[in-house]
């Protein structure tokens, strides 16, 4: 799959994943409070964020996104106290994928979204998308 | 190619969704889609001529699988579920996509990007559904008796409230006596009942119940079984043991006051107090307040005592929260102390005041008694000190621009909130997750407040965090309303949505067994090797395993790799 055939009007695509019981509410939210983000973001929930394998994450970057986005329990988290320490090695681990596929680890980025943190998803989607932005400028300088 | 006959049907939400999103585009591209047998949309997928729709072509086209695209899963995920039940199909096999908070309220300005963004979430929905599996609940026949853990007011409350409805309750309290801290107290706020008097009422209800039992000295010790049927022992006076089976458990075990640390504004110098022990000073005062056989003529209350800390080296685990009660209590104890010698002077050294709702009243009648209120800073706190006999207290008054006020005074109350009691037995018995601030967590704090992770355990009071007494016991009736609809059935259906192993590839290597905090893996044995085995009845479905597992032989149910996977390249593929 080419990343360029799927562009949303050439902003970055960015993979979410939420969780059923915290973060996706928070996003549904956003929603449901009709602020805006971008087209480019779309969502899967999952369980919890520290259930999330790191290949899915290398996955979707090979897939064509990018970049991927973990909305965290954070503390919030029903199932596990320490969801925060769980889901950091998760990325971690998923990270470290990414480099040895010759992928910038930023292009994973994880924050703990909670069930009303409809503002936060917004104003982590925007910061993420320019973020990703400049990643692909600098990575396109270095390769000219 | 797959063989799968599936339904996809495309919701206009009545406008909500195909005013901003081409609900026919979506349908026209899905409908030439591998496994897609009929692609419709619909004006409202959850009115009752829709649902009846679906399970007529449910039946008409033997579909095996179902996809509607319309609101968030959280308000009708249940609903399509049925309508999938009541045609016979799995309901495991429907898929609910999200058109409408996650795509046509974000995208109002931009109908072709919102458009082809809900063609990919439906493609995606879609790929889930053609690799989903019919999965079977257990059902469990429930046990009508409840135990409530904690013969507080709140433990009471709900154990008079399950008896009315007609369930055995076994109530045990840890100490010597039932009441919780409540039968320590006199008159409490805002209508000064008694405490004592307000306990006793209601031990005199549970002994008039002839369906309530209750230990005192008694602890839970074990626990086995799951929701609507568990087996617990309980151990009373250190001695005996005792084995019952519980439909349900409700936690209502209470809090501790904050203790300070010696030398925290002053403690431990003579005449600085906690407001537990001003509260007790104030109850056995008969005619003039005196401490230590010297009438007190002067009052300094401190707020936000171990409350609101910041974290700092020395204090590596601050209590950040607010314990809500204590601005109430406190000015309650200043209205007390007024009723007794209304000469006494009274100053409040607040950061905040926090009387909210009602209470407001009490704070306005003890300012028009003569209390006097001063806000200090958290960066400079009050500054208590002892000189010869005499206590000084300095504070900077932040409406006065931040000059220095040096008070006299006979006592000073420490104003100190609630922190979680030690529990760390029944934590491990119970495998109840505790939050950042050590009390019991609960799902989501405020659509499944007194629902915990452990199907079946319920939160009631401040075991789950700072609460008054009112709040405490609507808790607990929340507590008991939940327990009842649980065991009110005769069965409850087990979520199938749970961990499952691979079992030609686990080689048991036990890291799933560590992650998991529940106990639900066990080793089991599967053609003469050793594998990871997951017990149904205790898997949460968290996949706190999944991602450890170094053979990826672990998924769980509905979220599985394959189905991930699908997901993503659906989400990520060209739309056409």
Redesign the interface.
């Given at each position: 799959?080419s990343a360029d055939?799927?562009k949303?009007?050439g902003e970055p695509?960015v993979?979410v994943f939420s969780t059923n019981?915290?973060s996706?509410?928070g996003?549904?939210l956003?929603?449901?409070s009709?602020?805006?983000?971008s087209?480019?973001v779309?969502?899967?929930?999952?369980?919890?964020s520290?259930?999330?394998?790191?290949?899915?994450v290398l996955?979707?970057i090979d897939?064509?996104?990018d970049g991927v986005f973990i909305a965290a329990d954070g503390?919030d988290?029903?199932?596990?106290?320490d969801c925060t320490k769980?889901t950091g090695d998760?990325v971690q681990?998923a990270q470290s994928l990414l480099a040895e596929h010759n992928h910038n680890p930023r292009r994973l980025k994880m924050a703990a979204i909670c069930?009303?943190c409809a503002e936060s998803f917004q104003s982590h989607m925007e910061k993420f998308q320019a973020a990703l932005v400049k990643l692909k400028a600098g990575q396109e300088k270095v390769v000219s | 190619m797959t063989d799968r006959k599936i339904g996809v049907y495309i919701c206009h939400c009545g406008g909500n969704i195909s005013d901003y999103v081409d609900v026919k585009q979506i349908r026209d591209a899905v409908s030439r889609d591998d496994g897609v047998v009929i692609a419709r949309t619909t004006m409202f997928a959850c009115s009752d001529a829709a649902q009846e729709e679906m399970i007529d072509d449910i039946k008409t086209h033997q579909l095996d699988g179902l996809v509607v695209a319309s609101c968030?899963?959280?308000l009708h995920l249940f609903t399509f579920r049925a309508v999938a039940e009541r045609a016979g199909l799995n309901p495991y096999q429907y898929v609910q996509v999200?058109l409408?908070?996650?795509?046509s309220?974000?995208?109002?300005?931009?109908i072709p990007?919102?458009t082809?963004?809900g063609i990919?979430?439906v493609r995606?929905g879609l790929a889930k559904c053609v690799l989903s599996e019919p999965l079977s609940t257990m059902r469990i026949k429930t046990i009508p008796k409840v135990l409530i853990i904690g013969a507080g007011v709140a433990g009471l409350r709900a154990a008079a409230s399950l008896a009315d409805m007609g369930f055995a309750v076994y109530l045990i309290e840890r100490s010597s006596k039932a009441g919780g801290m409540v039968a320590q107290w006199g008159k409490l706020f805002p209508h000064d009942r008694d405490g004592r008097a307000l306990v006793a009422d209601l031990h005199n209800e549970i002994k008039r119940r002839e369906n309530i039992t209750l230990f005192t000295s008694a602890e839970l010790v074990e626990k086995s079984g799951s929701v609507g049927d568990f087996s617990i022992k309980i151990r009373v006076k250190e001695q005996e043991e005792i084995s019952l089976n519980v439909g349900s458990i409700i936690v209502a075990t209470g809090f501790d006051p904050y203790n300070p640390e010696p030398g925290e504004f002053g403690y431990g110098l003579e005449g600085v107090i906690t407001l537990p022990q001003f509260k007790e000073l104030l109850d056995e005062s008969e005619g003039l307040l005196s401490y230590n056989g010297r009438r007190v003529r002067n009052i300094t209350y401190i707020y936000c005592v171990g409350s609101r800390q910041e974290q700092t080296a020395e204090r590596p685990n601050p209590n950040k929260y607010c314990s809500r009660y204590c601005c109430n209590a406190a000015v309650h104890s200043a209205i007390c102390a007024d009723a007794l010698d209304a000469e006494v002077n009274q100053y409040h050294l607040y950061r905040d005041m926090r009387t909210y709702g009602k209470n407001e009243l009490m704070y306005e009648r003890a300012g028009r008694q003569g209390s006097v209120f001063v806000q200090y800073d958290e960066s400079d706190p009050p500054l208590v000190e002892k000189t010869g006999d005499k206590l000084r207290v300095r504070v900077k008054d932040r409406l006065i621009g931040g000059e220095e006020i040096e008070i006299v005074p006979d006592l000073v109350v420490l104003v100190t909130g609630m922190v979680p009691r030690e529990n760390q037995k029944l934590i491990d018995v119970l495998k109840l997750?505790?939050?950042?601030d050590g009390f019991f967590?609960?799902?989501?704090?405020?659509?499944?407040p007194v629902e915990?992770?452990i199907d079946g355990v319920f939160i009631a009071g401040t075991s789950q965090g700072p609460k008054t007494l009112a709040e405490s016991v609507a808790s607990a009736m929340a507590a008991v309303a939940k327990s009842a609809a649980l065991l009110m059935k005769g069965y409850v259906d087990l979520e199938p949505?749970i961990a499952r192993v691979d079992q030609q590839r686990c080689i048991w290597c036990d890291a799933c067994t560590d992650?998991c905090?529940y106990g639900a893996i066990e080793k089991v044995s599967f053609e003469g090797k050793e594998i990871a085995g997951v017990i149904p009845s205790l898997c949460?479905?968290?996949?706190?395993?999944?991602?450890v597992c170094p053979e990826?032989a672990l998924d769980?149910e509905g979220?599985t790799?394959k189905q991930?996977?699908a997901?993503?390249?659906s989400?990520?593929?060209?739309?056409v």
């Open positions: 799959m055939r799927a949303t009007d695509r993979l019981t915290i996706d509410p996003i549904d956003a929603g449901g009709h602020m805006p983000y087209p480019a779309v969502v899967i929930p999952v369980p919890c520290s259930g999330i394998r790191p290949s899915w996955h979707a897939a064509g996104f503390t988290c029903a199932y596990l106290p769980r998760v681990r069930s009303v | 968030s899963p959280k999200n409408r908070e996650q795509d309220w974000v995208h109002q300005h931009n990007e919102a082809q963004k990919r979430l995606a997750p505790v939050g950042r967590n609960e799902i989501h704090p405020k659509l499944r915990t992770v949505l992650a905090p949460k479905g968290g996949g706190a395993c999944v991602p990826n769980v979220y790799d991930i996977t997901m993503i390249d989400m990520a593929g060209e739309v």
